[in-house]
Nanobody, 125 residues
Framework: QVQLVESGGGLVQPGGSLRLSCAFS????????MGWFRQAPGIEREFVAT????????YYADSVKGRFTISRDNAKNTVYLQMSSLKTEDTAVYYC??????????????????WGQGTQVTVSS
């Protein structure tokens, strides 16, 4: 059974930066594509970024493109989300997710089999 544990959330001022981490355990990490999603109160969970298992291809939501960077360290079984130039509208609970050996770009939550518990990111002055 895959387990995902996010960390790194917190309170940050607009324009600031945070790095989220997601530790993966229980299966072979490098056979899973990894994604980050977020959910704000009253809003459906939305795709943020993904990195593929096979070739490391990354893909981003338009709302975060150029500000967020997803990366993975297969030696540490960890995926990261570096967030910069944060805006108040980035405030949400951020979740990491794992999808077994699928294609390069996976943006639908229903295509991910495993989810972490989430970490709160609050952008406020």
């Amino acid at each position: 059974q895959v387990q995902l544990v996010e960390s790194g959330g917190g309170l940050v001022q607009p324009g600031g930066s945070l790095r989220l981490s997601c530790a993966f355990s229980g299966r072979t990490f490098n056979r899973y594509s990894m994604g980050w999603f977020r959910q704000a109160p009253g809003i459906e969970r939305e795709f943020v970024a993904t990195v593929s298992w096979s070739d490391g291809v990354t893909y981003y939501a338009d709302s975060v493109k150029g500000r967020f960077t997803i990366s993975r360290d297969n030696a540490k079984n960890t995926v990261y989300l570096q967030m910069s130039s944060l805006k108040t509208e980035d405030t949400a609970v951020y979740y990491c997710a794992a999808a077994w050996a699928r294609g390069s770009v996976i943006t639908s939550p229903s295509d991910y089999e495993y989810w972490g518990q989430g970490t709160q990111v609050t952008v406020s002055s």
